[in-house]
C-alpha cells in the first residue's frame, strides 16, 4: 500500500477507535448533580451539551480535540512495546477505557509536560478566568494546531519504521528496559544536584566568565575559539592528561556563542542600572555625551549616567547609539529621548547635561541643551571644561606664535621624509643623545605641543647640527641663536605647567566644585607669577633659569623674553577669567563648608534644615570625616530640602572625559578587521562598572559542549 495511504488509514483508526466511546456516553444513567459535579463520561459527551450548558460542559467542548491525544499515547504504548501492527490496517483500533479520565485531570496532567504544555496551560488559565469559556476560542485554536504539529512526527507508523530502522539492535528488549531509560532519564533531569547536571552547570559559567574577559580586554570573538581555547587544551593535555582535555571540551566558546554571552551580560548590566537609578534615594541624575565618528564612518552617540548610589556618587556607562544619518541636536535629543522612553525614564529626573563646544550641544535656541532643558527647566547645562581649558590656552603673543610656528615646522621637516628620519636617528645614536626621535604635533591631542617642545628642547644641538649638513639655514639659525631659544625654553615650561592642569582636570568622579578651585588656583598662581618676575625672579620657570645660568646670560640681555612672558601670562589671565567665570558664592559655599553660611542667604525652604545641621555636633564630626559627596547623601534622609538643594549642584557632570576614553575604547574594539560589529555590548561589558550577574544568567541556560 502506498505510504499516503497508510498515513490516511492511521489517522481513520485513532478517530474510529475513539468515536464509539464518545457516542455510548449517553446511554449511562442522566446525573441529577449539578454540571460541575457530571461524570467524566457525562462531561466529554458531545451530546450532552447542550443540555448542560454550563461552565464544564463548554470547557469540554472546545477541549475535545485534546481526548484525541490519549487514543495516541494508548497507541504509541502498543507500539514501544513491541505490539505494532501495521500502520496500513482497516480495523480501527481500541484504546482501553482507563484513558477515559475527565477533561479537566487530563489537561491538567498534561500541563506540566509534553510538547504543547505551554499552550495547555494557557487556555486552562483562560478558562479559569473568564465566565464565558467561548473567549478563549482563541488558546483552543492554538492548542489545536499545536496538537495536529506534534501528532503528524509521532504517528504509529513513523515511530515503527525509526525504531527499525535507527534502533535495530534493541528490538528484541523486553518492555521494562524501556521503562528503566525512560525513568533514568526523568530522574536525571530532576535532580539538579547530578554529577552531570553540575558539569553542565560548571561549563556554562565557565564560557560566560571567559566571554566577559575577552570583552574587558577588548579582543576579537574569536579569541578564545582560535588561541585560548586551544592553548588550555594543550596545557591541560600536557601538565594533567588527555582525560581532563574531555571535560574541557565541554565549554562551548566559539565566536557565536561569546557573541550570545556578551550580549546577555550587557542586558544584565543595562537592567541593573536602570533599576538603580529608578531605586536611588534622590530620583535625580545627570549625563554627559559626545558623539564621534567611527572607524567605518558611523557616527557613534556615547552617553554616561551619574546617580546616587551605596551612599556615593556612581559614574556608568548608560548607552551607544548610532546616529544614522545626521548628527544634529534634533537627532541626538530623539536618540536619547528614545532610550529614556524605552525604560521609562522622565526627562525631568535629568539634572545636569554636560557636552562639548559643538553648535549642535550648545546651541543656545535649539542646540541638545536648550531642547533638554525644555523638557526639565531644573537641568544644568555644562561646557566640558577641559575643552574651555584648552581654547583658553591657545591664545599666544605673535613673537612667541612665529617662534612655535618655526619649531613645528622643522619637525615636519624631519618626520615628513623616511631617509630624514633615518638620518637624524643615526645622528642621535653617534652623540649619544637624550633621546633618539621628534614627536609630530597633532591639534586635535590637547598634550601634544608640551611634549613636542620638551623634545625639541632637549635634541636643540643634535637638531642644529643635522640642519646644518643639510644646509637648511632658517632652521640652523632657529637652533643657533639664544634669543629664539630663550622662547623655546619659556614655551616649554609654560606648556609643561599648562598640561599638568590640563591632566589634574581629568579624571572619573570629578565635581564642578572640584574642579572650579583648580581653576581658581592656576588664576591666583597667574597674578602671584607676574608680581615675581617685576622682582626678577623666574623660579616658576625652571628650564628658562637653567637656560640663562647654563649660557651666563646677563639681565639687559633678558629683557626681551621677560616681556614676551608678562605679556602672555597677562593673556592667559584674562583669557581663563572669560572661559571660567566665577561660580555662584552662596550655592557652593554651602555645599563647600555649610557652617559658614548664614542662614539667611540658604532658600527659605531650607533654612529650618540648615538651622538644624549647622546646630548638629555629630554632623560637624560627619563632615569632618567623610567626602563631599558623601557628606550630603548621608544627609539626605534627615535634610531632605537642603541636601537635595545641594546634590542638584554636585551631580552634574563637569567634563565629557567618560566619553572620551570611551571613544578610545571604541577604536580598540571597533578596527578595520570588525568594521561591521555593533559595538554596544562590547563596550558596556568592558566600560561598565557594574558586574554581571552570571550565576543568574547561567540558571536560564542548557550547556551545548562544543565539538
Request: aromatic fraction near 8%; proline fraction near 6%; charge should be positive.
Amino acid at each position: 500500500m502506498p505510504r499516503g495511504s497508510r498515513i490516511r488509514t492511521s489517522r481513520v483508526t485513532l478517530l474510529a477507535g475513539r468515536a464509539p466511546q464518545m457516542r455510548a456516553a449517553p446511554k449511562r444513567a442522566p446525573s441529577a448533580q449539578p454540571p460541575a459535579a457530571a461524570t467524566p463520561s457525562a462531561v466529554g459527551s458531545p451530546a450532552a451539551a447542550p443540555r448542560q450548558p454550563g461552565l464544564m460542559a463548554q470547557m469540554a467542548t472546545t477541549a475535545a480535540g485534546v481526548a484525541v491525544g490519549s487514543a495516541v499515547g494508548h497507541t504509541l504504548g502498543h507500539a514501544i512495546t513491541g505490539g505494532f501492527s501495521g500502520g496500513g490496517s482497516a480495523e480501527p483500533a481500541k484504546p482501553s477505557i482507563t484513558y477515559q479520565e475527565p477533561q479537566g485531570a487530563q489537561l491538567q496532567n498534561q500541563q506540566s509536560f509534553g510538547p504543547c504544555s505551554l499552550e495547555i496551560k494557557q487556555f486552562l488559565e483562560c478558562a479559569q478566568n473568564q465566565s464565558d469559556v467561548k473567549l478563549c476560542e482563541g488558546f483552543n485554536e492554538v492548542l489545536r494546531q499545536c496538537r495536529i504539529a506534534n501528532a503528524e512526527s509521532m504517528k504509529p507508523n513513523k515511530l515503527k519504521r525509526h525504531f527499525e530502522s535507527k534502533h535495530s539492535n534493541l528490538a528484541g528488549k523486553d518492555t521494562n528496559y524501556f521503562r528503566s531509560k525512560a525513568d533514568g532519564l526523568k530522574k536525571a533531569r530532576a535532580d539538579p544536584g547530578s554529577k552531570a547536571n553540575k558539569q553542565n552547570v560548571a561549563a556554562v559559567e565557565t564560557s560566560y566568565l571567559v566571554a566577559l574577559r575577552i570583552a574587558r580586554d577588548m579582543k576579537p570573538h574569536t579569541f578564545a575559539e582560535h588561541l585560548l581555547f586551544p592553548v588550555a587544551k594543550d596545557s591541560v593535555r600536557v601538565m594533567i592528561g588527555d582525560e581532563f582535555v574531555t571535560k574541557l571540551s565541554a565549554v562551548s566558546l566559539s565566536n557565536d556563542t561569546v557573541r550570545r554571552r556578551i550580549h546577555d551580560m550587557s542586558a544584565d548590566i543595562l537592567d541593573q542600572v536602570i533599576q538603580e537609578i529608578k531605586s536611588a534615594p534622590l530620583p535625580i541624575f545627570s549625563i554627559q555625551l559626545d558623539e564621534s565618528t567611527d572607524v567605518a564612518n558611523c557616527s557613534q552617540l556615547m552617553v554616561y549616567v551619574r546617580y546616587i548610589n551605596d551612599g556615593d556618587f556612581k559614574d556608568e556607562f548608560l548607552c551607544c547609539k548610532p546616529l544614522e544619518r545626521t548628527a544634529t541636536a534634533l537627532d541626538v535629543f530623539e536618540t536619547v529621548g528614545s532610550f529614556l522612553r524605552q525604560h521609562k525614564i522622565s526627562w525631568e529626573s535629568i539634572c545636569g547635561v554636560c557636552t562639548d563646544g559643538a553648535p549642535a550641544t550648545l546651541g543656545c535656541q535649539s542646540g541638545f541643551q536648550r531642547l533638554v532643558l525644555n523638557e526639565s527647566p531644573k537641568a544644568i547645562g555644562a561646557h566640558c571644561m577641559i575643552h574651555l581649558q584648552t581654547l583658553a590656552m591657545k591664545t599666544l603673543p605673535q613673537d612667541l606664535q612665529e617662534v612655535l610656528k618655526s619649531v613645528l615646522s622643522s619637525v615636519n621637516f624631519v618626520k615628513a621624509s623616511s631617509l630624514n628620519s633615518r638620518l637624524f636617528l643615526q645622528l642621535c645614536n653617534d652623540l649619544d643623545g637624550p633621546s633618539k626621535t621628534l614627536l609630530l604635533h597633532t591639534e586635535g591631542r590637547w598634550l601634544s605641543r608640551g611634549n613636542v617642545l620638551k623634545r625639541i628642547f632637549e635634541l636643540r644641538d643634535e637638531l642644529k647640527m643635522f640642519f646644518n649638513q643639510k644646509a637648511i639655514r632658517q632652521f640652523e639659525a632657529l637652533f643657533s641663536d639664544h634669543s629664539e631659544l630663550q622662547k623655546i625654553a619659556y614655551l616649554v615650561d609654560i606648556f609643561t605647567i599648562l598640561n599638568e592642569l590640563n591632566l589634574s582636570l581629568q579624571g572619573p568622579n570629578s565635581t564642578c566644585l572640584d574642579l572650579s578651585e583648580k581653576i581658581h588656583s592656576f588664576q591666583m598662581k597667574l597674578q602671584l607669577w607676574q608680581k615675581k618676575l617685576d622682582e626678577n625672579k623666574m623660579y616658576m620657570l625652571p628650564t628658562l633659569s637653567a637656560f640663562f645660568e647654563e649660557h651666563d646670560i646677563e639681565p639687559h640681555k633678558r629683557i626681551t623674553v621677560v616681556i614676551s612672558v608678562k605679556e602672555h601670562l597677562d593673556m592667559l589671565a584674562g583669557e581663563i577669567s572669560w572661559y571660567f567665570p566665577s561660580l555662584p558664592e552662596v550655592p557652593f559655599a554651602l555645599a563647600r563648608s555649610p557652617f559658614t553660611v548664614k542662614a539667611e542667604d540658604v532658600p527659605e525652604t531650607a533654612q529650618e534644615e540648615f538651622i538644624r545641621l549647622t546646630n548638629s555636633d555629630a554632623v560637624r564630626a560627619d563632615f569632618s570625616a567623610m567626602p563631599v559627596t558623601q557628606f550630603w547623601v548621608k544627609c539626605l534622609q534627615s535634610y531632605p530640602v537642603l541636601s537635595e538643594t545641594v546634590l542638584r549642584l554636585l551631580l552634574p557632570f563637569p567634563t565629557t572625559y567618560l566619553c572620551e576614553t570611551g571613544f578610545s575604547s571604541l577604536l580598540v574594539i571597533k578596527s578595520k578587521y570588525r568594521s561591521r560589529l555593533v559595538v554596544e555590548d562590547d563596550l558596556r561589558c568592558a566600560l561598565a562598572k557594574t558586574t554581571p550577574r552570571i550565576s543568574d544568567l547561567v540558571r536560564k541556560k542548557q550547556s551545548q559542549p562544543s565539538h
